[in-house]
Structure formats: C-alpha cells, structure tokens
C-alpha cells in the first residue's frame, strides 16, 4: 500500500522549470489533501580571506538581505503563479502552502534536510539541464537529490509541447 501524501516539499531555484513543477505540487496536494512547504536553497558566499569582525558582520547583513529579498521573490512568484491557476481551478491554490523555507547552504543538502525536518511525504522539484552529459537532461542538483533522498522525489521537466499555461511570464 502507497503511504498518503500529506505534505510535499517543492524545491524551488525559481527558473521557469522549476514554475512547471509547482503546478504539479499544487495538483498533487489538491488531489491527495496535502500542504505544500515551499524551499529554495542560496548558496553560501565563497570563504572571503578578511581582517576584523566589521567585514564579517557586513557579510553576515549581505546574507541576510539576500535571503529577506528571494524570500519577497518567492511570496511574490507564488502569489502571481496562483492567481492565475486559480482562474482555472475551484480551490485557492496559495492555502496549500503552509511553509516557506529559504535556508543559505549547498541546495541538495537543504533539500534533503528539510524533507526529513519538516516530514515531509514526497519531493517535487523541476530541472533546468545545465552541465554535462546526464546532467544536461537531468540536472546535478535533482540527480544528487534522486540519489541520496529516502522518500519519492518528483523530477518535473519542462513540456515539449504547447500547454495552456504560459510559463515564460511566470
């Protein structure tokens, strides 16, 4: 018997790709009664040689208002992707997030870490195909993420074909 699916983590990096995979996130928890906790993952700064605490500080206050400021770009994509979903749709898409996360630190471990903290069922995540070889089909972040999680992971790509959203303005 398949467990229920009673909260679903999207992994997001905010890419068109990852826009697609949200509507399968919101399609999967209006189908199964799920809440969805909404991630994206800054990475860290590279490690800045640097002389006194002031320069840490100002680096500490850049990550912050980095984070502050994709947390702003998410509520914002979110709210824009379902204002228009729900012009299609008979529920209120944006009462299905109940969380979102947007943690500094390597993107697969914070995907994997918030699944576990958060207990979450599934993950649901888009690919954007950069690198080489697998990773220009797949993706490196999605295939760390398939490799290492222990519950479902969701690779939603892009459609080939015309839909009815149009996902460029999203």
């Known amino acids: 018997m398949i467990p229920k699916i009673k909260k679903i983590l999207y992994a997001t990096d ?3 790709n990852s826009a697609y995979a949200f509507f399968y996130a919101v399609d999967m928890a209006k189908n199964n009664g799920a809440e969805i906790v909404i991630l994206h993952s800054i990475e860290p700064p590279r490690h800045i ?3 006194g605490v002031e320069l ?3 680096i500490k206050e850049a990550e912050k208002q980095k984070r502050e400021a994709e947390f702003n770009e998410i509520k914002k994509r ?7 979903m729900d012009a299609h749709a008979s529920f209120s898409c ?9 943690p500094v630190g390597n993107p697969v471990e914070e995907i994997l870490e918030a699944a576990n903290e958060e207990n979450c069922d599934v993950i649901v995540l888009g690919t954007h195909g950069k690198g080489f070889l697998k990773q220009t089909f797949i993706g490196s972040v999605a295939i760390k993420v398939l490799e290492r999680a222990r519950k479902p992971v969701f690779v939603i790509p892009l459609p080939s ?3 009815s959203i149009d ?3 999203l």
Do not use: G, H, N, P
Request: glycine share 0%; with cysteine.
């Open 56 to 58: 840490e500080d100002m």
């Open 161 to 163: 074909e015309k839909t």
């Open 167 to 169: 996902w460029d303005s």
């Open 94 to 102: 944006l009462a299905l997030v109940s969380k979102t996360l947007v």
């Open 78 to 84: 979110v709210e824009e992707f379902c204002k228009k």
């Open 49 to 51: 040689t640097y002389v």
């Open 14 to 16: 905010l890419s068109k």
